[in-house]
């Protein structure tokens, strides 16, 4: 084989190459990275419990603008994490606000203020809280495909339900 074929045949493969992985990251990219970072705004924890955070009627009739945005990485636990954000135009306190499953897992937020157009990770997994990412603890995986994730306020009215994918 002469070396002008073999040239051929590399550039050829490493063509095909790039082609292949650029689709598995587009991919990848659209199905498991499907929030943007950019969204995310960081959410501050009430540090001084005398300070009043204004608070969301709770009244199951009123909508409060808050959703569960997705379930990531279901079924692994160290890639699991379900995003949550809110978009109103106060402040909203979702102390006592409870993530759950339907298999009776709970996960119960901790004294958390969301800001306008805020959003925050709750991650399956053990760690250490920041003001956007919380960890549940779990050392198993919690969500599973075509189960719902829901929102419940602290009066146990659903909020906001999404269907794993």
């Known amino acids: 084989m002469d070396r002008r074929r073999l ?5 050829l493969n490493v063509l095909v190459s790039a082609c292949v992985t650029s689709a ?3 991919w990848y990219h659209q199905n498991y990275r499907s929030v943007n970072p950019s969204v995310l705004q960081p959410v501050a924890p009430l540090v001084n419990q005398n300070v009043s955070v204004p608070q969301a009627t709770l009244d199951p ?4 603008p808050v959703e569960i945005v997705s379930v990531i990485g279901a079924g692994t636990l160290s ?3 379900v995003v949550v954000s809110y978009t109103g135009e106060d402040q909203i306190n979702l102390a006592n606000w409870e993530l759950r499953d339907e298999d009776k897992n709970v996960f119960i937020f901790p004294q958390l203020v969301l800001h306008p157009n ?11 809280n920041t003001v956007i990412d919380l960890y549940w603890g779990k050392s198993d995986p919690v969500w599973q495909s075509g189960e719902e994730a829901q929102l419940f ?3 146990g009215n659903v909020r906001a339900v999404y269907k794993v994918p």
């Open 7 to 11: 040239l051929s045949y590399l550039f």
């Open 24 to 26: 598995i990251l587009f």
């Open 61 to 64: 009739e009123v909508e409060i």
């Open 79 to 81: 890639a699991e994490w």
């Open 118 to 128: 805020g959003a925050v990770q709750i991650h399956t997994a053990s760690g250490t």
């Open 153 to 155: 306020d602290p009066n």
